[in-house]
């Protein structure tokens, strides 16, 4: 039966620093320690899994997801605490495990499959179809360093996932070569996954999480901040994105927007609340984007909450871009400008007043 025990686990890895430096909590990253030479990457990290727990790491960059699966993986030894593990473990966060370049790319088989832990027997067993999954060709009994670095990642991920494991470490962000071959990697890893007693999986994409995983540890600066079943660290950890969004939170902002758009991918509908945050992103970035303004509307619109006179007037003056003739629309600017509104900057008045002086210009001109 595989288990995975973390009992108090700290990893710290060595700096060098000036001591001018101040230390403390960086905004992303675990805390400097400029006094001992240490970034505290994860802090006092204790869990356990067994047979059947599909476990999804969430959180920030630089929050210590990556770090957590090397801490399983054994390549990096806790400082304190300790890990016990029962069961073969396979990790999938690196496409080219300890690959030679001078050596050919049949060589490397060979030698990355004893690096993963594989005999050579089973190595001898499983070439054939390495070499048939990696689609090189005659390349493959070339050296390495002649590849593309598509080749290269399509040997790496095709002897990575040639181990069938135990225990699944897993980054979302493995590189998986080009578009052709993705799709036939993201298969193979569907299948690894579901032969996998346990999986750790670390992730951007909560909607992926709240899919794959039963349970889920949010990090945050290497400590753990929730732990529970999917679904709900997931909900909660919208929640807290939607709130510091709301709060003109520039990462907040950000993370809304990731969440929203990926949710969106994925052909799920974000909640209405995380879309509208979203959005407030994404127009800062392309502030003249029409529909999304009309979306935007829309999405107030549709929490019962009132539309600002400023996104109403910008909204209109990008409608009114593609089509400068609709008169309802500069009629519903005149009308607002006229009421005097408190929340018109004075720039944006300038710039809808403009609007309405070229609207009349048109409108004066001969036909």
């Known amino acids: 039966m595989a288990r995975l025990t973390v009992e108090k686990a700290w990893v710290e890895l060595p700096i060098s620093l000036s001591r001018s430096h101040k230390g403390g909590v960086s905004r992303t990253g675990g805390e400097i320690d400029i006094a001992r030479g240490v970034v505290t990457a994860l802090r006092d990290i204790s869990f356990e899994l067994r047979e059947g727990d599909r476990l999804g790491l969430m959180g920030h960059n630089g929050a210590g997801k990556t770090t957590m699966l090397r801490l399983l993986a054994g390549a990096y030894p806790p400082t304190r605490g300790r890990i016990t593990t029962v069961g073969s473990i396979s990790t999938l966060f690196n496409s080219t495990p300890g690959i030679n370049v001078d050596g050919t790319g049949r060589e490397n088989i060979l030698t990355c499959g004893l690096h993963l832990g594989l005999g050579r ?21 070339l050296p ?15 002897i990575v996932t040639a181990v069938e494991p135990e225990i699944l470490l897993l980054d979302e962000g493995l590189a998986t070569g080009d578009a052709q071959f993705a799709q036939k990697a993201a298969q193979k890893m569907q299948e690894l996954i579901a032969k996998s007693s346990i999986l750790v999986i670390a992730s951007h994409s909560e909607a992926l999480l709240a899919e794959m995983c039963t349970r889920c540890i949010m990090l945050e600066h290497g400590r753990i901040i929730s732990d529970g079943p999917a679904q709900n660290v997931v909900e909660s950890y919208r929640a807290a994105v939607i709130a510091s969004a709301s709060a003109d939170n520039a990462e907040g902002l950000n993370r809304a927007y990731v969440l929203a758009t990926d949710m969106a991918k994925r052909g799920e509908k974000p909640p209405l609340a995380l879309e509208e945050q979203g959005l407030r992103y994404a127009l800062q970035v392309s502030p003249d984007d029409m529909q999304m303004w009309q979306r935007y509307v829309a999405v107030l619109v549709a929490q019962d909450k009132p539309v600002p006179a400023d996104v109403e007037v910008r909204m209109l003056m990008t409608v009114l871009q593609g ?6 629309l500069i009629d519903r600017i005149r009308l607002i400008l006229g009421t005097e509104p408190t929340d018109l900057s004075d720039e944006l008045r300038l710039r809808a007043s403009a609007v309405l002086d070229k609207a009349g210009t048109a409108d004066a001109t001969p036909r």
């Open 121 to 141: 027997r089973q190595i001898a067993a499983k070439m054939d179809e390495i070499i048939d999954f990696a689609e090189l060709g005659d390349f493959i009994d």
């Open 144 to 158: 390495v360093r002649i590849y593309s670095a598509g080749m290269m990642t399509r040997l790496g991920f095709s």
């Open 323 to 328: 089509d400068p003739s609709r008169d309802d």
